[in-house]
């Protein structure tokens, strides 16, 4: 079975995160069925997945073997990378996946869309692609309500209301060795349509300090793992460890998801602007802050019973907000998170199944 849009090998852990939670689904509802991952870039693709245009030609002309290829598959399961079913990263990955999802059900593959955020759009265009993928997909799963109120309003109501597959992986059993963990996205700390860089930056820095000041040990997270692209926590965590000029403030670069979900669960707390550095936090048992920058965050986070997010958008004081929640005692509020989770990802199993068997 295929898997698109969430890359095993991604800098990004949290396209990684979604790569292997959807895995896991993919096994439990198949046992022992070879999962391939399809990615922008993937060695895999007989042909590159970034150019709509050529994507266009794939459907009509023979010498162009996508569509053959994605005929071997018994079922994909496309994942948008969790929150690109939506035009707010632009109408070119919005076009290029659907795009895709396309020409696999054209070829007779089933298309399951899996847990993730559906919307906003916000131009007819969007709105009429993302009508034409509900409408074809042999069962589409939504990972909130906001998600699934909107599929609804366009026309195809989802068929399970899940939670985010990164609460499918293995919870890691380690010391809780550290104390907060600030994950600092690069994203953020740059120009970008989301928030005001100069304000995140402030409102990191700040935070960091005032959490030092009350004894806090705060150490710096990436979640992006360094790479060419502009999208890396990496420098955007160091610039920010040399603005403190703190020795006591560590710096954090995983070298894998296995490895930031030992850091998370190794922390009494996680403070995160990259939202699957709260739900790797989350789903290892850490209490997290999430620095909301976009609607993905709180419709899911509330589904699981956890209403501590912090909207980075509407926040008039994001720092004060975030010292309070960071004072209570949330052990009881993980666990319950916990137990949600996997109430909401036992049916998705099933679901799976009704869509798309091996052949």
Not at 147 to 173: I, K, N, W
Not at 214 to 221: E, F, T, W, Y
Request: aromatic content about 6%.
């Amino acid at each position: 079975m295929l898997v698109l849009w969430a890359d095993d090998r991604s800098t990004n852990l949290g396209v990684r995160a979604l790569a292997a939670g959807t895995a896991e689904l993919a096994q439990r509802s198949w046992p022992g069925a070879e999962v391939v991952h399809l990615y922008y870039g993937s060695a895999v693709s007989p042909m590159p997945l970034g150019s709509w245009r050529r994507l266009v030609q794939a459907r009509f002309d023979p010498r162009l073997p996508l569509r053959d290829w994605l005929a071997d598959f018994d079922v994909a399961i496309d994942t948008r990378g969790g929150d690109s079913f939506a035009d707010i990263y632009g109408r070119g990955r919005l076009l290029s996946q659907s795009l895709v999802a396309q020409l696999a059900v054209g070829a007779g593959t089933p298309v399951v869309l899996g847990p993730q955020t559906v919307g906003p759009f916000d131009s007819r265009r969007g709105r009429a692609m993302a009508r034409w993928t509900l409408r074809h997909s042999a069962a589409v799963i939504a990972r909130d309500a906001v998600s699934a109120q909107y599929a609804q309003r366009l026309g195809r109501p989802v068929d399970l209301l899940a939670t985010d597959v990164v609460f499918a992986l293995p919870r890691p059993a380690v010391e809780r060795t550290r104390d907060v963990l600030l994950n600092v996205s690069g994203l953020l700390w740059t120009p970008n349509p989301h928030v005001d860089h100069l304000r995140y930056r402030e409102t990191v820095l700040d935070l960091s300090r005032k959490l030092v000041a009350s004894g806090r040990h705060v150490s710096l997270l990436a979640h992006v793992l360094d790479a060419a692209g502009p999208d890396n926590d990496v420098p955007a965590v160091r610039e920010a460890a040399t603005l403190l000029d703190d020795p006591d403030v560590a710096v954090l670069v995983p070298d894998d998801l296995t490895h930031v979900r030992e850091l998370t669960a190794s922390a009494q707390l996680v403070i995160g602007s990259r939202m699957h550095a709260c739900l790797n936090a989350l789903s290892t048992g850490t209490p997290a802050v999430p620095l909301a920058y976009s609607r993905k965050f709180a419709p899911l986070l509330a589904d699981l019973g956890w209403a501590h997010t912090v909207d980075l958008r509407s926040s008039s004081a994001p720092v004060d907000e975030v010292l309070d929640v960071a004072q209570r005692p949330l052990s009881d509020d993980v666990a319950g998170v916990l137990h949600r989770a996997d109430e909401l990802l036992e049916p998705v199993t099933a679901t799976l199944q009704a869509a798309g068997a091996p052949r």
